[in-house]
C-alpha cells in the first residue's frame, strides 16, 4: 500500500510559479512511478507530467511542455510539480499518482488514470488572469 498527500496549491495570478509536492508513504512505494494528473471542473482527469524511478526520464503532455518539471526526492520520499508561467487554463485540481513499475516492467508508461494504483486527495490550482 502507498499513501500520498498532496500540498502547494493555491490561487495565482497569471504568469506567477507554485510548486506542488507529494509526499509518499509506504513500503512498495519503492516499485512505483509517478505522475501528476489534473482535472478541472465537467473535464476528464489528465496526465500532465510522468516520472518514471527506474531511468529517471520524464514525460510531459503538450499543453505544459517546457513550464512545468516533475522531480523526485528520493531521500524524503517526496514528489514535485514545479509549475511556471501559469496560465488561466491550469486551473484545476491537481492530483498525484503511483503507476507500478517493478524491475521486470521497468519502462512501463501509461496516461490512462484507470491503471494507476494509489492517488492523493487532490490539490486545488488557481490562476486568474
Known amino acids: 500500500q502507498v499513501q500520498l498527500v498532496e500540498s502547494g496549491g493555491g490561487l495565482v495570478q497569471a504568469g506567477d510559479s507554485l510548486r506542488l509536492s507529494c509526499a509518499a508513504s509506504?513500503?512498495?512505494?519503492?516499485?512505483?512511478?509517478v505522475a501528476w494528473f489534473r482535472q478541472a471542473p465537467g473535464e476528464e482527469r489528465d496526465i500532465v507530467a510522468y516520472?518514471?524511478?527506474?531511468?529517471?526520464?520524464?514525460t510531459y503532455t503538450d499543453a505544459v511542455q517546457g513550464r512545468f518539471t516533475i522531480s523526485m526526492d528520493n531521500a524524503k520520499n517526496t514528489v514535485y510539480l514545479q509549475m511556471n508561467d501559469l496560465k488561466p487554463e491550469d486551473t484545476a485540481v491537481y492530483y498525484c499518482?503511483?503507476?507500478?513499475?517493478?524491475?521486470?516492467?521497468?519502462?512501463?508508461?501509461?496516461?490512462?488514470?484507470?491503471?494507476?494504483?494509489?492517488w492523493g486527495q487532490g490539490t486545488q490550482v488557481t490562476v486568474s488572469s
Open positions: 499518482a503511483v503507476l507500478y513499475t517493478p524491475p521486470y516492467r521497468s519502462g512501463r508508461y501509461s496516461s490512462k488514470a484507470s491503471d494507476y494504483s494509489y
Open positions: 509506504g513500503r512498495t512505494f519503492v516499485y512505483y512511478s
Open positions: 516520472l518514471n524511478r527506474n531511468d529517471e526520464s520524464t
